[in-house]
């Protein structure tokens, strides 16, 4: 069963950049498009974007200028930089497996990492 | 974007009731559409995609309907495990998009 593991600091400063890694174990990151999630305290699920294992990348256009996402098959993990961040991007982020395709549903998830935005 | 709308936003049930969801894309999106569940503190769990098809390991007492514009998710007899918050999914373009959510809580 695929595993998808979150980590990297929970407390990040305005205006400074969020940076996350997602590890998958037991399976393989070279296939399947990987994506990240996040959800606001209290709130809904937002879409940051997708890559797959060849580097192609997706974004959703509302974070598209100040998101990245990178991946390194060697240590089957891949990884979230969000920079110039606000309190407004506070949320657990989730990172997931596609089931087939870049717009796909998301079959696996990880358990959610929380990062805060505070001074 | 594509636009879901989610109702109700919540809905209060007993065990045994069944129960009903309704998504609304704001454009059609064919039968790209998944069904999740999110109990409070935990990942959201993939049920159904592609409208109605059901993922592997789910009751069969979820079942998911609909095409174009209008979805439902319904539980044929609410269960204590499924008191929980239920979000859809568009997957016919990017962006992805997810409704608000439901929240179905114990009457």
Known sequence: QVQLQESGPGLVKPSETLSLTCTVSAGSINSHYWSWVRQPPGKGLEWIGYIYYSGSTNYSPSLKSRVTISIDTSKNQFSLRLSSVTTADTAVYYCTRGTRGGTTPFDYWGQGALVTVSS | ?107
């Not at chain 2, 989610?6 to 009731?17: E, I, K, N």
């Not at chain 2, 209008?70 to 609410?78: D, G, K, P």
Request: with cysteine.
């Open chain 2, 1 to 107: 974007d594509i636009q879901m709308t989610q109702s109700p936003s919540t809905l209060s049930a007993s065990v045994g009731d069944r129960v009903t969801i309704t998504c609304r894309a704001s454009q059609s999106i064919s039968s790209w559409l998944a069904w999740y569940q999110q109990e409070p503190g935990k990942a959201p769990k993939f049920l159904i995609y592609k409208a109605s098809s059901l993922e592997s390991g789910v009751p069969s007492r979820f079942s998911g309907s609909g095409s174009g514009t209008e979805f439902t998710l319904t539980i044929s007899s609410l269960q204590p495990d499924d008191f929980a918050t239920y979000y859809c999914q568009q997957y016919n373009s990017n962006p992805l998009t997810f409704g608000g959510g439901t929240k179905v809580e114990i009457k």
